[in-house]
């Protein structure tokens, strides 16, 4: 009987303290970046667009031809 009322109070533990990591990260990611008028989940958003818009540019490159085979024709 003693070891379940342990076993509860490590569980309730545990998810208390998730709940407070999780909460200090979103409450980081909403607050303003200090010297900006953004938070921190719009310059990552920003970010990603920029990089998404970079690599969908290099995939639609087209492939240079092989040097080796323009010598063999």
């Known amino acids: 009987m003693m070891l379940n009322r342990f076993r509860k109070r490590h569980k309730g533990q545990a998810n ?11 409450a980081a990611l909403i607050v303003d970046v200090p010297g900006t008028d953004r938070s921190a989940i719009e310059h990552l958003s920003d970010v990603m667009k920029r990089n998404y818009t970079g690599y969908s540019y290099a995939i639609s490159i087209s492939e240079l031809p092989d040097r080796n085979e323009e010598n063999d024709n």
Do not use: H, P, R
């Open 16 to 26: 208390t303290e998730y709940i407070v990591v999780v909460g200090a990260l979103v």
